[in-house]
């Protein structure tokens, strides 16, 4: 995203121009994968600002061009009328340690199919989580604040989990070790252990 | 109930997580869910190169074994 006073209107004016991610986060992933697609990658001028409060406020206060953000930050920007100049999306992972019995794991995964369930049914209900996190909500309030009429809702995107394809941890892989993420002597086998199966759908009423 | 304790950090990715907690969805399925917050990087020195960035972020908790299952 780029300030309201920004010149730059699509990805292609950013080369060598500073863009706040936070680094091995889906914000570097996601911007790199972005901003590659227009520019060079001698151009690509990405640069580690951390959470998303301290990469807002970088492109707020002129430090950086651009920033990469999330909701609900994406909001109160565009609602202080920062633009996206270009947007994407990225697959989110659960992580669980090798002691997590699959009964326990299939559990949870139980009630995080049904709370998905609510919040796709009602997505407006569940905002106050996003707009009250306190830290989020103390940078908010010295810029007027946001409220749930903000949001654009397709922009919250919840499914079930499911276990990544070998053919999607073998692209991410490539891809990674491409870009110098990942030390190409990893193997990803070594590195991912898809042992969830398949969630049962439930019902939106649950 | 079995105890769990997993690592929270952006709302947008864990809203799933507080919806189930908080609307006792763990708690129908035996889980008693205790959540941990993340490590916030703070205000940190701006840099163009990664390997000056520990990849483990904030998911300290979970490299330390205090907690069980996190998301990013």
């Known amino acids: ?206 | 109930m079995q105890k769990v304790v997993s690592e929270i950090s952006g709302v947008v990715f864990s809203l799933p997580w507080l919806v189930a907690r908080d609307e006792g969805l763990f708690e129908a399925e035996g889980i008693d869910m205790e959540f941990v917050q993340a490590l916030n990087s703070g205000k940190v020195t701006p840099t163009e190169n990664p390997e000056d960035v520990n990849p483990i972020l904030g998911h300290v908790a979970f490299e330390e074994a205090q907690v069980a299952i996190y998301r990013a």
Request: aromatic share 10%; charged share 25%; glycine share 6%.
């Open chain 1, 1 to 206: 995203m780029v300030r309201p006073d920004s010149t730059h209107y699509y990805p292609g004016t950013l080369g060598s121009k500073p863009v706040a991610v936070q680094f091995h986060a889906g914000s570097h992933y996601v911007a790199l994968r972005l901003l590659s697609g227009y520019l060079p990658e001698e151009k690509l001028k990405l640069v580690h600002y951390g959470s998303p409060q301290f990469r807002f406020e970088a492109m707020m206060n002129g430090e950086v061009e651009a920033a990469a953000l999330m909701e609900p930050w994406i909001t109160l920007a565009e609602k202080l009328g920062c633009r996206a100049v270009c947007e994407g999306h990225y697959l989110g992972a659960e992580n669980a340690s090798d002691n997590m019995d699959e009964a326990t794991f299939a559990a949870i995964n139980r009630a995080i199919v049904k709370a998905v369930n609510r919040i796709n049914a009602d997505k407006r209900k569940y905002l106050r989580y996003l707009i009250d996190e306190p830290r989020f909500a103390a940078v908010a309030a010295r810029h007027g604040g946001i409220t749930a009429e903000d949001f654009h809702l397709p922009r919250l995107r919840y499914s079930y989990n499911t276990p990544y394809t070998d053919e999607i941890v073998a692209d991410t892989y490539h891809w990674m070790v491409r870009w110098g993420l990942l030390d190409g002597a990893a193997c990803s086998t070594d590195l991912v252990d898809n042992r969830l199966a398949e969630p049962e759908a439930v019902a939106a009423d649950d």
